[in-house]
């Protein structure tokens, strides 16, 4: 067997027993966390510009992680092959702006609906990528969650959903999407077996040094010292709970399942973007809405009891 073809056959070998059911619990708490982005940086961005906010995020990240790397006396020596890091940080860049681009312009629910696309994207980069297939029965149950989201992203509302009608918003974070779906198997693809900080670390940095791009010439338009208290708030929410932590458990999971099964969780975002809406006061989600709910679980379930 040549090394290419180890190499291939490592990358498509995916975990099993308690170390799978694990796996799934992390994508379960990622996709809890990654809908309270959706909310609080829905707020956040019709206070601040959403590049500068996106900018402070990382900022505190990458000090954040740095931190935690030498009180543990890790080292965070310049890493082989560099430019997986760009390429990761570039992707990463691109969704994030996008995401807080299009908060400006339409609400989390819809943009929620958006991500929901991305399981089958990553089926596609995953085949791509590392010929990662997608079995039939897993390929069934992505649809049965697709059906439940798509129920809840319109609030069971059939006239909305015939009515349908991609806006501004969603047409910029469906770029973002797709960069993250390309993400997710890259994450295995380049890993080098380096300390999950230090591989979080050097892949912050690369996207902190992204969106500064975009972020230099918005900062002297932006009164740090005046902004307001909830800003700084969902600017620490994203730094140490949507970045630092679903990265974390984002690879965890990707290095134990394939692509499609970990992003197959973004179904379940929306349906979290309506509890969380709710539990802050922007309104609950009529009954309907809990059976598309409901449905998407049953898809999610017949999902994960379904072998690799």
């Given at each position: 067997?040549?090394?290419?073809?180890?190499?291939?056959?490592?990358?498509?070998?995916?975990?099993?027993?308690?170390?799978?059911?694990?796996?799934h619990l992390a994508m379960?708490?990622?996709?809890?966390?990654?809908?309270?982005?959706?909310s609080f940086g829905g707020?956040?961005?019709?206070?601040?510009?959403?590049?500068?906010?996106?900018?402070?995020?990382?900022?505190?990240?990458?000090?954040?992680?740095?931190?935690?790397?030498?009180?543990?006396?890790?080292?965070?020596?310049?890493?082989?092959?560099?430019?997986?890091?760009?390429?990761?940080?570039?992707?990463?860049?691109?969704?994030?702006?996008?995401?807080?681009?299009?908060?400006?312009?339409?609400?989390?629910?819809?943009?929620?609906?958006?991500?929901?696309?991305?399981?089958?994207?990553?089926?596609?980069?995953?085949?791509?990528?590392?010929?990662?297939?997608?079995?039939?029965?897993?390929?069934?149950?992505?649809?049965?969650?697709?059906?439940?989201?798509?129920?809840?992203?319109?609030?069971?509302?059939?006239?909305?959903?015939?009515?349908?009608?991609?806006?501004?918003?969603?047409?910029?974070?469906?770029?973002?999407?797709?960069?993250?779906?390309?993400?997710?198997?890259?994450?295995?693809?380049?890993?080098?077996?380096?300390?999950?900080?230090?591989?979080?670390?050097?892949?912050?940095?690369?996207?902190?040094?992204?969106?500064?791009?975009?972020?230099?010439?918005?900062?002297?338009?932006?009164?740090?010292?005046?902004?307001?208290?909830?800003?700084?708030?969902?600017?620490?929410?994203?730094?140490?709970?949507?970045?630092?932590?679903?990265?974390?458990?984002?690879?965890?999971?990707?290095?134990?399942?394939?692509?499609?099964?970990?992003?197959?969780?973004?179904?379940?975002?929306?349906?979290?973007?309506?509890?969380?809406?709710?539990?802050?006061?922007?309104?609950?989600?009529?009954?309907?809405?809990?059976?598309?709910?409901?449905?998407?679980?049953?898809?999610?379930?017949?999902?994960?009891?379904?072998?690799?």
């Open positions: 067997m040549t090394d290419s073809s180890t190499a291939q056959s490592r990358h498509n070998t995916h975990a099993k027993g308690r170390e799978k059911l694990r796996a379960l708490l990622f996709s809890v966390l990654i809908a309270g982005s959706f707020i956040a961005t019709q206070l601040v510009d959403p590049i500068v906010v996106q900018a402070l995020r990382y900022m505190l990240t990458v000090l954040l992680i740095a931190f935690i790397c030498v009180k543990l006396g890790l080292s965070l020596q310049w890493p082989r092959e560099p430019w997986r890091f760009g390429m990761l940080g570039a992707l990463m860049a691109v969704y994030m702006v996008t995401m807080f681009i299009a908060l400006q312009f339409t609400k989390p629910v819809a943009t929620g609906a958006i991500f929901t696309l991305m399981p089958l994207l990553s089926a596609g980069f995953g085949w791509l990528l590392m010929r990662q297939r997608t079995r039939s029965g897993v390929f069934l149950s992505l649809l049965i969650a697709a059906t439940g989201a798509v129920w809840v992203i319109f609030r069971g509302d059939l006239g909305a959903l015939l009515a349908f009608d991609v806006g501004r918003g969603e047409m910029i974070f469906f770029i973002g999407v797709l960069c993250h779906a390309a993400y997710v198997p890259l994450l295995r693809l380049l890993n080098r077996k380096e300390p999950p900080l230090a591989f979080i670390f050097w892949a912050s940095v690369a996207t902190f040094l992204f969106i500064m791009i975009p972020a230099v010439p918005r900062f002297p338009q932006v009164d740090l010292l005046n902004v307001p208290s909830i800003v700084w708030l969902a600017i620490v929410y994203l730094s140490v709970i949507t970045t630092a932590l679903t990265f974390f458990l984002l690879q965890y999971a990707s290095m134990r399942l394939p692509a499609p099964k970990v992003l197959a969780y973004g179904y379940l975002t929306p349906t979290f973007i309506i509890v969380i809406e709710g539990l802050i006061g922007h309104g609950w989600a009529s009954p309907p809405v809990f059976l598309g709910a409901l449905v998407t679980a049953c898809g999610l379930l017949v999902m994960a009891l379904l072998p690799d």
